[in-house]
């Protein structure tokens, strides 16, 4: 399966944080498609968050979860995004102000 969304947020996600990506895993299972996972540092905070993106997906393509190293995981503390923009929006957020 082919999905262009998909494969124009990772080229984007890394041509814009790419100094900032420490780590990039894809997944496939056969049958849903491929999950790519990044783990970055975060430019504003300085955190270790990680996002994944979803080649198949019901409404939201993007699964952010920032603070990922301060022992946050998936699940409760995960945030779901419809596109690039508002995944911006979230990680230029500094938590400390």
Do not use: C
């Not at 996600?13 to 790419?18: A, S, Y």
């Not at 955190?47 to 393509?61: C, N, R």
């Not at 508002?86 to 230029?92: D, P």
């Amino acid at each position: 399966m082919t999905n262009n969304n998909y494969n124009n947020q990772i080229t984007s996600f890394t041509t814009d944080l790419d100094e900032n990506i420490s780590n990039k895993v894809v997944w496939d299972d056969g049958d849903d498609g491929e999950m790519t996972t990044f783990d970055f540092i975060n430019p504003v905070t300085g955190s270790l968050d990680t996002v994944s993106f979803f080649e198949d997906f019901d409404s939201h393509p993007i699964i952010y979860v920032p603070n990922f190293s301060e022992g946050r995981g998936y699940g409760k503390d995960q945030l779901e995004i419809a596109d690039l923009e508002e995944l911006y929006e979230w990680i230029l957020i500094d938590e400390e102000q």
